[in-house]
C-alpha cells in the first residue's frame, strides 16, 4: 500500500512538473509569436522604405537627365555664341575706330 501511495505521490508530483513545463512552454511561444509578429512589422516597414528610397532615386536619376540635356543645350549655344562671335569680330576687323 505504501508503494502505492509513493506512486500516486510521484505521479502528481511529474504531473504537476509537466504542467509547468507546459506553461512555461506556452509562455514562451507567446514570446516568440510577440518578436515574430514585431519582426515583421519591421519588415514590412523596411520595405516600404526602400521602395520610396527607390522611388526617390528614380527622382534623382530623372532630374539629373534633365540637368543633363541642359547642360548639353548650353554647351552648344555657348559653342554658337563663339562662332558667332568670331563671325562678328572678323566682320568688324575692316573698320577702324578713331
Given amino acids: 500500500m505504501e508503494q502505492s501511495t509513493q506512486g500516486v505521490v510521484e505521479g502528481a508530483r511529474l504531473s504537476d512538473a509537466a504542467g509547468q ?3 512555461e512552454i506556452g509562455t514562451v511561444s507567446r514570446d516568440l ?3 515574430i509578429q514585431t519582426i515583421s512589422t519591421s ?8 521602395t520610396q528610397v527607390a ?5 534623382i536619376l530623372a532630374v ?6 541642359g547642360t548639353q543645350r548650353t554647351a552648344e549655344a555657348v559653342e554658337e555664341l563663339n562662332a558667332l562671335a568670331s ?5 568688324v576687323a575692316g573698320f577702324k575706330v578713331d
Fill in 64 to 69: 539629373t537627365e534633365q540637368t543633363t540635356a
Fill in 33 to 35: 509569436a510577440d518578436l
Fill in 87 to 91: 563671325e562678328l569680330k572678323g566682320s
Fill in 21 to 23: 513545463a507546459l506553461n
Fill in 55 to 59: 522611388q526617390l532615386m528614380q527622382d
Fill in 43 to 50: 519588415t514590412q516597414t523596411q520595405a516600404d522604405s526602400a
